[in-house]
């Protein structure tokens, strides 16, 4: 992938990393052209996570939207921000 220095990916991303991962990318990497909501670095599970550890992931994704979700309520119920939770202008290119 390819970014410039002040583009980013605007939806927020949940990030969970297993320990036998064959690629796993620094967490300062990501953070610097992802919005990371979350980062879990998981205690078992390798590449095929979904199938290794499904209890795991799934719990991990609920807690994920669950935040995600508990954030736009709190943005809806102030009504000051009409925009999408983690929506940024895009620099022009």
Not at 15 to 24: Q, R
Request: hydrophobic share 40%; proline share 11%; with cysteine.
């Amino acid at each position: 992938m390819y970014f410039d220095d002040d583009e980013r990916i605007v939806p927020r991303l949940g990030f969970a990393t297993f320990p036998k991962e064959l690629v796993t990318p620094p967490r300062e990497w990501a953070e610097r052209f992802f919005d990371v909501a979350r980062w879990t670095q998981m205690p078992r599970g390798g590449h095929f996570a979904a199938l290794e550890r499904p209890e795991l992931l799934a719990e991990d994704l609920r807690a994920f939207f669950r935040d995600i979700r508990t954030c736009r309520l709190a943005v809806s119920d102030r009504r000051s921000n009409p925009l999408p939770l983690g929506w940024r202008p895009q620099a022009p290119r």
